[in-house]
Nanobody
Framework: QVQLVESGGGLVQAGGSLRLSCAAS????????MGWYRQAPGNQRELVAT???????NYADSVLGRFTISRENAKNTVYLQMNSLKPEDTAVYYC??????????????WGPGTQVTVSS
């Protein structure tokens, strides 16, 4: 059983910073892509940032230059450093990981989500 556990959400004023963490545990052969998505009330879940196991990162235009995604492969952990936060960044943030059970079989897993609230 694979589990993703997120931490680091909370309430912050506009212009502030938060750092999210997500650790994967369980029967893991390897993890290819990891990423963060978010969903605000009334909106669809959207991509925030992803990172491959070789460190190649991709960002949504709305967070480019403010957020930084990174990972520690040895710890099966992905981070999201969020700076210059805006009220429109308020959402539930979800961790996603492409978990490989064997070299050929994999499936995506989601964390339960962590709330980020940015006050104006």
């Amino acid at each position: 059983q694979v589990q993703l556990v997120e931490s680091g959400g909370g309430l912050v004023q506009a212009g502030g910073s938060l750092r999210l963490s997500c650790a994967a545990s369980g029967s893991i052969f390897s993890i290819r892509a990891m990423g963060w998505y978010r969903q605000a009330p009334g909106n669809q879940r959207e991509l925030v940032a992803t990172i491959t196991n070789t460190g190649s990162a991709n960002y949504a235009d709305s967070v480019l230059g403010r957020f930084t995604i990174s990972r520690e492969n040895a710890k099966n952990t992905v981070y999201l450093q969020m700076n210059s936060l805006k009220p429109e960044d308020t959402a539930v943030y979800y961790c996603n990981a492409e978990i490989h059970y064997t070299s050929a079989y994999y499936r995506p897993h989601w964390g339960p989500g962590t709330q980020v609230t940015v006050s104006s």
